[in-house]
């Protein structure tokens, strides 16, 4: 018994030196490199967060990323919710459809950015589909427009909607089906069971899909930058990296690095915490 804590302590010390190398400390030298005007300058300065916040392009890498991710999230819990729904039950082909479903998400994600910027990119095959038929092009990617952003939304949901799809079509599988049939029989119909009966079971599993996806979707960067470049439709990760290689600006891609950072933990906290509820 005298051994046990030496043991617990060897075996936990692999992951504690993995958080430390590669999370803390990198994290530590983010927020001193935010806090300074560069790697050279004096600690602590805010000289870098004021021309942070003096940046329009900042602001408007906040607004996408509060957008973007809230937008996109919520078209995959009800595509993939309605998706676990049909595909749970014995319809026709169901196999079929499952795996196409997951393709999207399967193939590697440039490949799949390349396959849809040449689908929308002007002059793609979309705007010559609705030439065929006679309408303008549909500027689907113009920098800064509305169109821009329900494009880069529409498809970072597309490509992600499978990971929510096959969370709920796992939960669904292992819900006891006496429930409903009880239900069923004391007279309710399709619409209230789903109402009061599966979405309460599937309370957990749909929150889980929510934390995982939420913070997934807040880092955002390569749909966006691929799709309509770095100021195209801006999030904060696509701001930091234009900061650092285009104009090797440490300090400011530190400090908007570290708003994401900020960012993700403030959403994560409300997620956890439904999450423990829910379980």
Do not use: K
């Amino acid at each position: 018994m005298s051994r046990a804590p030496r043991a617990r302590w060897l075996l936990a010390a692999p992951f504690a030196l993995y958080v430390a190398a590669l999370l803390a400390w990198p994290s530590v030298q983010a927020v001193t490199l935010a806090l300074s005007d560069g790697p050279r300058a004096p600690f602590p300065s805010l000289d870098g967060l004021r021309a942070l916040a003096s940046d329009r392009l900042f602001w408007r890498a906040v607004l996408g990323n509060l957008l973007v991710p809230v937008a996109s999230v919520a078209l995959e819990l009800a595509a993939g919710l309605a998706l676990a729904l049909l595909l749970a039950s014995r319809v026709p082909g169901r196999r079929l459809v499952r795996a196409a479903v997951v393709i999207p998400f399967a193939l590697p994600e440039i490949v799949f950015l390349t396959i849809v910027r040449a689908i929308l990119a002007p002059r793609g095959y979309a705007d010559g589909a609705l030439a065929t038929v006679g309408l303008p092009p549909g500027d689907f990617l113009l920098p800064g427009t509305p169109a821009a952003y329900a494009s880069v939304i529409l498809v970072d949901a597309w490509r992600t909607t499978p990971v929510v799809f096959l969370i709920l079509l796992g939960a669904l599988g292992a819900l006891p089906p006496e429930v409903d049939e009880a239900a069923r029989l004391d007279g309710a119909g399709r619409w209230r069971r789903l109402r009061l009966v599966t979405l309460p079971m599937l309370r957990p599993a749909i929150v889980a899909a929510l934390l995982l996806r939420g913070l997934d979707a807040l880092r955002i960067f390569a749909a966006p930058l691929v799709l309509t470049g770095v100021e195209g439709v801006p999030v904060l990760s696509t701001y930091a990296y234009h900061q650092w290689s285009d104009y090797g600006d440490d300090a400011l891609a530190a400090g908007a690095s570290a708003v994401l950072a900020v960012l993700c933990v403030v959403a994560s906290v409300p997620l956890l915490r439904r999450h423990a509820e829910a379980s």
